[in-house]
T-cell receptor, first 115, second 115 residues
Framework: KAGVTQTPRYLIKTRGQQVTLSCSPI?????VSWYQQTPGQGLQFLFE???????NKGNFPGRFSGRQFSNSRSEMNVSTLELGDSALYLC??????????????FGEGSRLTVL | AQKITQTQPGMFVQEKEAVTLDCTYD???????LFWYKQPSSGEMIFLIY??????QNATEGRYSLNFQKARKSANLVISASQLGDSAMYFC????????????FGPGTRLSVLP
């Protein structure tokens, strides 16, 4: 079974640009969430999607947005990039069944550098 | 508000020895889940072990065990017979009641296994 796939793995942008990151969850997983990881702030929850609906949102500005498609694939977008947006963006999926402990299955992340 | 504390920024352990990574948490919820993840240099977060707040027995998964002391709000990870491949960042995380992917992560502990 293929794991969580994130693309692109690495990207460099300049301030003011926007970026779109993609995440394909494990087949059969309907929940997808995004996390930002930086050396200073650690791992922080961005948002979560389930059946194409945003179910939960972290404390991030409106420049950070996301969506989920009918095939459970998800994208996140960051507009008007700032230097502080440089981070590893991790996507995670979960099967969301009662028999499951609810652990997250993570991708390898997309490392964004903003110059 | 949730909070996860990991007081050991870095730890060293000799190969084949056991090591304990500390984690304390703060929550006012009665129902919650505690997780440990390993993050190698590749960036992917790997699920190690889960403990539910109502589980009376400590969780074990192979060489990993979780020393759960509910009254002290601690959930320490014990790795037995350390291997060189165990060198990585280790994160303690908590999810409050029900489903959902809004996990709160601690700052992590970098474990280095010495030959």
């Amino acid at each position: 079974k293929a794991g969580v796939t994130q693309t692109p793995r690495y990207l460099i942008k300049t301030r003011g640009q926007q970026v779109t990151l993609s995440c394909s969850p494990i087949s059969g997983h309907r929940s997808v969430s995004w996390y930002q990881q930086t050396p200073g702030q650690g791992l922080q929850f961005l948002f979560e999607y389930f059946s194409e609906t945003q179910r939960n949102k972290g404390n991030f500005p409106g420049r950070f947005s996301g969506r989920q498609f009918s095939n459970s694939r998800s994208e996140m977008n960051v507009s008007t990039l700032e230097l502080g947006d440089s981070a590893l963006y991790l996507c995670a999926s979960s099967p969301e069944t009662s028999a499951n402990t609810g652990e997250l299955f993570f991708g390898e992340g997309s490392r964004l550098t903003v110059l | 508000a949730q909070k996860i504390t990991q007081t050991q920024p870095g730890m060293f352990v000799q190969e084949k020895e056991a090591v304990t990574l500390d984690c304390t948490y703060d929550t006012s919820d009665q129902s919650y889940g505690l997780f440990w993840y390993k993050q190698p240099s590749s960036g992917e977060m790997i699920f190690l072990i889960y403990q539910g707040s109502y589980d009376e027995q400590n969780a074990t998964e192979g060489r990993y065990s979780l020393n759960f002391q509910k009254a002290r709000k601690s959930a320490n990870l014990v790795i037995s017979a350390s291997q060189l491949g165990d060198s990585a960042m280790y994160f303690c995380a908590m999810r409050e009641r029900g489903y959902g992917q809004n996990f709160v992560f601690g700052p992590g502990t970098r474990l280095s296994v010495l030959p």
